[in-house]
T-cell receptor, first 112, second 113 residues
Framework: GAVVSQHPSRVICKSGTSVKIECRSLDFQATTMFWYRQFPKKSLMLMAT?????????EQGVEKDKFLINHASLTLSTLTVTSAHPEDSSFYIC????????FGSGTQLSVL | GQQLNQSPQSMFIQEGEDVSMNCTSSSIFNTWLWYKQDPGEGPVLLIALYKAGELTSNGRLTAQFGTTRKDSFLNISASIPSDVGIYFCAGQLQGGGADGLTFGKGTHLIIQP
C-alpha cells in the first residue's frame, strides 16, 4: 500500500539553529501534503497545507516565517523550523493522500 | 474553526471487554476517520467512513458515521493487550485530499491485566 516516509524520526538541536524535516510519498504522487504538530498527550493540530509548486497555506496562529514549507516535487515536502527555541519542541507529523490519507511516522524535535 | 468532541478521554478496562468511544461535532464532515497512535509513532488509519449512516467493520473494530454527518462511534470487541494506545477520531470537510484533518482530543485506552 501507499507509504509516507518522514525523516528524521528524532532530532535534538541547540536553540537558535534551524531544523529541516522531510516528508516523502514513496509510491504515489501527492500534490497536497499536510503538516501537523502534536504536544505530549495532546491531539494533532493542523499547521499548514503544503501545495506542490505554490505557497503553503498556514492555519491561523502558525507563523509562516518560523515554519518554512517547501513542496518542490510531487513526492517531497519539507518543513524547516527556523531559529528553533525550546517552545518549538514537539512531535511533527506529515500526511499525504492517495485514495486514503497516510501519515508519516513523525519527528520528535527537542530544542535545548 | 471546527471542533471534534471525543469521549471518553480515557478508559481503564479488563482484557476481553468491549470498548466504545464516540465523537461529536457541530460541523458537517464529508469524511470521518478513526486512527490509533502508539507512543512516538504517527497515527495509523483504522477505519474510514464516507457515507452518512455507513457502518464499517475492520476485524474486531466497528465504526459508524452518523446520519447527520456530525458524529461517529468506534467499538472494539473482545479487547486484547495490543489494543492499548490512543484512539483519535478525525474529520475531513472536503474529500479528495483538499483539506487537512480536524482531530478529536483522543481516547487513551488502558487494559488492566
Amino acid at each position: 500500500g501507499a507509504v509516507v516516509s518522514q525523516h528524521p524520526s528524532r532530532v535534538i538541536c541547540k536553540s537558535g539553529t534551524s531544523v529541516k524535516i522531510e516528508c516523502r510519498s514513496l509510491d504515489f504522487q501527492a500534490t497536497t501534503m499536510f503538516w501537523y504538530r502534536q504536544f505530549p498527550k495532546k491531539s494533532l493540530m493542523l499547521m499548514a497545507t503544503s501545495n506542490e509548486g505554490s505557497k503553503a497555506t498556514y492555519e491561523q496562529g502558525v507563523e509562516k516565517d518560523k515554519f518554512l514549507i517547501n513542496h518542490a516535487s510531487l513526492t517531497l515536502s519539507t518543513l524547516t523550523v527556523t531559529s528553533a527555541h525550546p517552545e518549538d519542541s514537539s512531535f511533527y507529523i506529515c500526511s499525504a493522500q492517495n485514495e486514503k490519507l497516510f501519515f508519516g511516522s513523525g519527528t520528535q524535535l527537542s530544542v535545548l | 474553526g471546527q471542533q471534534l468532541n471525543q469521549s471518553p478521554q480515557s478508559m481503564f478496562i479488563q482484557e476481553g471487554e468491549d470498548v466504545s468511544m464516540n465523537c461529536t461535532s457541530s460541523s458537517i464532515f464529508n469524511t470521518w476517520l478513526w486512527y490509533k497512535q502508539d507512543p512516538g509513532e504517527g497515527p495509523v488509519l483504522l477505519i474510514a467512513l464516507y457515507k452518512a449512516g455507513e457502518l464499517t467493520s475492520n476485524g474486531r473494530l466497528t465504526a459508524q458515521f452518523g446520519t447527520t454527518r456530525k458524529d461517529s462511534f468506534l467499538n472494539i470487541s473482545a479487547s486484547i493487550p495490543s489494543d492499548v494506545g490512543i484512539y483519535f477520531c478525525a474529520g475531513q470537510l472536503q474529500g479528495g485530499g483538499a483539506d487537512g484533518l480536524t482531530f478529536g482530543k483522543g481516547t487513551h485506552l488502558i487494559i488492566q491485566p
